[in-house]
């Protein structure tokens, strides 16, 4: 096996150098799995022998044989005689993958493009260890908390007073992701048939819940410069009077897929203009924190417009896997939106709020280490989408988690069908479109972890190679479930 060497000085910049809290061998063990799990570590990589990590970090060689034999038995490790021990990760039963959500048949050998979600950050671990100290203090009760823990309830209203909109805990609903949050939203304001104003392109889970809940879809396109989408307020309102919406799902804050943020200076002008058709905004501010080339983070679109309801989320900052949003209410809706909610569960888990407060009393260092590296990558992935597709037309966005490029042919679906093949999964165009169209665009989630970034460059080049030789008419239609 040709496998990359690590040596102990590299291993004990990335795990530490203690101190190991005893057993010793059990705390090495866990660093070096969390730094394996979330990628510090890769697969494939050779550890350094156990004589040169023990002298690195300053443990006896005893233990380090001791934490590299629990470490093959827990997967992480395969140790071959002339190979040394080589990290791998351990079979999960039915896998890390959910087909659901990779409706183009990702598997693990594939580099997933179908999805803007990352690999947990390093922290995770630790705040899953603190969280689980403090269950025995919520054990006496119930465990139900519909509206969710206060401490966390505390902590997201905290971040949107300092963000510049006074809020109380008590208009903070803690939902299962985003995602939920939304689906609650619409549930609370949406009446069948009612007109609802939606971006194009934008987020096909979102298309979904509104189409769900019988709302009638009043796309409005997105406009487009050379320097990139935005939004234009006057067209948008003749559109609202038009067609009378009641309501509008809007992505201001590094809009999903394009990365177009709506600047401070027209979130007044928007809200005014929302008010006086008499139109409730539902704000997803799920990837508000991912601003990548500096400056504060956005203004709340609930400043402006204080009738809106605002969905948050921890997905996109600290990991998906937590399934932890939540919902900014205006007082005057709270009632009508908890109701909503008790009508389709009873709350988020309490451990993952736990972790989830946690993490946010780290949010600055945890999104700021975060910004670094979605920048390199959406750095990286843009130069290769240059340099393998010239023709392709790409401008980088300044947030967000995704390069949504225009392709000079209307092939998208044609794409996503030929990269398979390629070992990529991918999701066309047309899945962001409300009301159909948008074959000639595809979304490049710059999330992938970073040992495959450097391979999809090729990767989509040949895959368009062939998509361009394809001559059945492939339908244009969408697939199931993307994030
Ligand atoms: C705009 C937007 N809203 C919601 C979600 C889903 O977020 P969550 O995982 O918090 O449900 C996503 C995920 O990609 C998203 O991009």
């Not at 629990?70 to 990290?87: A, C, E, M, N, W």
């Not at 809940?213 to 320097?227: D, H, I, T």
């Not at 300044?398 to 999964?425: D, F, K, Q, V």
Request: aromatic share 6%; hydrophobic share 40%.
């Amino acid at each position: 096996m040709n496998a990359l060497v690590m040596s102990g000085a590299r291993l004990a910049t990335i795990i530490g150098t203690g101190p190991w809290p005893g057993p010793a061998y059990d705390s090495l063990t866990s660093a070096i799995s969390r730094a394996i799990g979330d990628g510090r570590i890769t697969v494939g990589a050779r550890l350094p022998s156990e004589r040169e990590l023990a002298q690195a970090i300053d443990l006896s060689r005893t233990t380090t044989t001791r934490a590299y034999s629990k470490l093959r038995d827990q997967g992480f490790v395969i140790t071959r005689r002339g190979s040394g021990s080589v990290v791998r990760l351990p079979e999960v039963p039915g896998g890390r993958i959910d087909h659901l959500l990779t409706p183009a048949g990702a598997d693990e050998a594939e580099i997933d493009l179908s999805c803007t979600a990352t690999v947990a950050p390093p922290w995770l671990m630790g705040a899953y260890e603190r969280a689980v100290e403090q269950v025995p203090a919520y054990l006496p009760g119930t465990g139900y908390y519909p509206s969710g823990l206060p401490v966390l309830k505390e902590l997201i209203a905290d971040r949107y007073t300092a963000r510049g909109v006074r809020t109380d805990p008590e208009q903070i609903l803690v939902t299962s992701g985003a995602f939920g949050a939304v689906a609650i939203a619409v549930r609370a304001l949406i009446r069948r048939s009612g007109r609802v104003l939606i971006e194009s392109p934008t987020y096909p889970n979102a298309i979904a819940t509104l189409e769900g809940a019988g709302a009638s879809l009043v796309s409005y396109p997105l406009e487009l410069s050379p320097s990139g989408h935005h939004w234009d307020i006057d067209a948008m309102d003749q559109l609202c009077r038009q067609t009378r919406v009641s309501a509008a799902y809007l992505i201001p804050d590094f809009h999903n897929p394009t990365g177009a943020l709506l600047p401070d200076a027209q979130r007044g002008e928007l809200a005014a203009m929302l008010r006086r058709n008499g139109v409730t905004p539902i704000i997803d501010e799920s990837l508000v924190e991912l601003g990548l080339d500096g400056g504060p983070s956005p203004s709340p679109m609930a400043a402006f417009a204080p009738d809106a309801i605002t969905a948050g989320s921890t997905s996109k900052i600290f990991w998906g896997g937590l399934r932890v949003g939540w919902l900014r209410i205006p007082p005057h809706r709270v009632d009508a939106v908890a109701a909503s909610r008790l009508s389709l569960d009873l709350g988020a888990p309490v451990l993952e709020q736990l972790v989830a407060v946690e993490l946010m009393r780290d949010h600055d260092t945890i999104v700021a280490e975060y910004r670094t590296r979605l920048r390199a990558a959406r750095d990286s992935l843009a130069a290769q989408v240059r340099a393998h597709l010239p023709s392709w037309q790409v401008v980088v966005p300044t947030g967000g988690m995704a390069l949504w490029c225009h392709l000079p042919e209307a092939r998208s679906s044609a794409l996503a069908i030929a990269a398979r093949n390629h070992g990529l999964g991918m999701v066309s165009g047309p899945n962001f479109a409300p009301t159909g169209g948008l074959d000639r665009w595809i979304r490049l989630p710059y999330t992938v972890a970073e040992a495959q970034l450097d391979e999809v460059g090729p990767r989509l080049a040949a895959a368009w190679d062939d998509a361009l030789k394809f001559t059945d008419r492939i339908p244009a239609g969408r697939d199931r479930i993307v994030a």
